[in-house]
T-cell receptor, first 113, second 115 residues
Framework: GQNIDQPTEMTATEGAIVQINCTYQ??????LFWYQQHAGEAPTFLSY????GLEEKGRFSSFLSRSKGYSYLLLKELQMKDSASYLC??????????????FGTGTRLKVLA | DTAVSQTPKYLVTQMGNDKSIKCEQN?????MYWYKQDSKKFLKIMFS???????INETVPNRFSPKSPDKAHLNLHINSLELGDSAVYFC??????????????FGSGTQLSVL
């Protein structure tokens, strides 16, 4: 089956570093995505990993270990505007060369002053 | 010049009514999706279309009927609305059904409230 787990809520202080973990089980893994969703808004793309290792993009980095079914999103120098939900999503092979994007329940991050 | 636009943004209706949500993308993408996000923020796929053809149908009740008149549009019609249909519905698109490193582009969502 398909399963994606991430913590429901996290709290961190402005200027700090926070790591949001995601574990997954899928049958036809073809990439892992992280999305940011502010309250009342649409999810927006943050990062993509398909090979093992760390991808860095400014204050945000994402890591993937395919053998462990594990990823994390690292946010550095936290700002108040980073308060949002962070969604881990896996692209899973579906059928006939198509893929399905499966989302976790999201981690709601609160950044405190 | 919004990339993925859906209307209406808010929809309040009575149980038993029929309603439609429209979605259009101007990105030239081949693949479009409908996702449902419940009160716990879980984003679950409902349907996926590739170039007007249905490719994913995720055990959604027959009361939900997607329609894709062309690859830039994917509408969602819901018959006999129930309380449990209350949620935020997101339309999304991606360049193709098989490409790699292809992120989803989301519309701004339609908040459906069934009373």
């Amino acid at each position: 089956g398909q399963n994606i787990d991430q913590p429901t809520e996290m709290t961190a202080t402005e200027g700090a570093i926070v790591q949001i973990n995601c574990t997954y089980q899928t049958s036809g893994f073809n990439g892992l995505f992280w999305y940011q969703q502010h309250a009342g808004e649409a999810p927006t793309f943050l990062s993509y990993n398909v090979l093992d290792g760390l991808e860095e993009k400014g204050r945000f980095s994402s890591f993937l270990s395919r053998s462990k079914g594990y990823s994390y999103l690292l946010l550095k120098e936290l700002q108040m505007k980073d308060s949002a939900s962070y969604l881990c999503a896996v692209r899973d092979f579906w059928a006939s060369g198509t893929y399905k994007y499966i989302f976790g329940t999201g981690t709601r991050l609160k950044v405190l002053a | 010049d919004t990339a993925v636009s859906q209307t209406p943004k808010y929809l309040v209706t009575q149980m038993g009514n029929d309603k439609s949500i429209k979605c259009e993308q101007n990105l030239g993408h081949d693949t479009m999706y409908w996702y449902k996000q419940d009160s716990k923020k879980f984003l679950k796929i409902m349907f996926s279309y590739n170039n007007k053809e249905l490719i994913i149908n995720e055990t959604v009740p027959n009361r939900f009927s997607p329609k894709s008149p062309d690859k830039a549009h994917l509408n969602l019609h819901i018959n006999s609305l129930e309380l449990g249909d209350s949620a935020v519905y997101f339309c999304a698109s991606s360049p193709s059904k098989t490409g790699r490193n292809e992120k989803l582009f989301f519309g701004s969502g339609t908040q459906l409230s069934v009373l």
